[in-house]
Antibody, heavy 119, light 110 residues
């Protein structure tokens, strides 16, 4: 079955960096686009970034552009999110999510990892 | 990148039907059939309920249905059940190859 397991969350001070990882299993990772989506405490879902199946195309939300970098390693079936210059408003549960095959629709989500930005 | 517009809350009695709207623009909801709906219970990850406007993944009850007219998509849940009480989010592909979510709708089953 499709599994996406996030890791790397924690408490970090404003202005510092953090790297999130997502381990995929149960499907052909190299065939699917994958996303990061976040949810601040008590708030709605906010799309963060997407990377194409082969890593050539990357798109970001305006709120993180220039600070966050999405990447993937298909040989390791892994997705990453490098988060720099973190702000208090980046505090959220970060979900890794998969697109359906060749269709821009998210169909599976991980359980999320909590990032808290606080001094 | 403003969020798609959803009502903050809806409610309905068991056995009855409710509809949640999701309004965007011609650059997202109105321009593509890549509209999806997600159900999220407290403390859980979202679950795909409807994809490509009106398609149900296997395992999703046929009480859940979707539609679209112009820039507004809709999710209808018929025969409401207690377990349907959750937050619901719409999402769309956009003209800039990004994605956008609605603000979310809290469904209360009375």
């Amino acid at each position: 079955q499709v599994q996406l397991v996030e890791s790397g969350g924690g408490v970090v001070q404003p202005g510092r960096s953090l790297r999130l990882s997502c381990a995929a299993s149960g499907f052909t990772f190299s065939s699917h686009g994958v996303h990061w989506v976040r949810q601040a405490p008590g708030k709605g879902l906010e799309w963060v970034a997407v990377i194409s199946y082969d890593g050539t195309n990357k798109y970001y939300a305006d709120s993180v552009k220039g600070r966050f970098t999405i990447s993937r390693d298909n040989s390791k079936k892994a997705l990453y999110l490098q988060m720099n210059s973190l702000r208090v408003e980046d505090t959220a549960v970060y979900y890794c999510a998969r697109d359906r095959l060749a269709v821009p629709i998210v169909d599976y989500w991980g359980q999320g990892t909590l990032v808290t930005v606080s001094s | 990148q403003s969020a798609l517009t959803q009502p903050a809350s809806v409610s309905g009695s068991p056995g009855l039907s409710i509809t949640i709207s999701c309004t965007g623009t011609s650059s997202d909801v109105g321009g593509y059939n890549y509209v999806s709906w997600y159900q999220q219970h407290p403390g859980k990850a979202p679950k795909l309920m409807i994809y490509e406007v009106s398609n149900r993944p296997s395992g999703v009850p046929d009480r859940f249905s979707g539609s679209k007219s112009g820039n507004t998509a809709s999710l209808t849940i018929s025969g409401l059940q207690a377990e349907d009480e959750a937050d619901y989010y719409c999402s769309s592909y956009t003209s800039t190859s990004t994605r956008i979510f609605g603000g979310g709708t809290k469904l209360t089953v009375l």
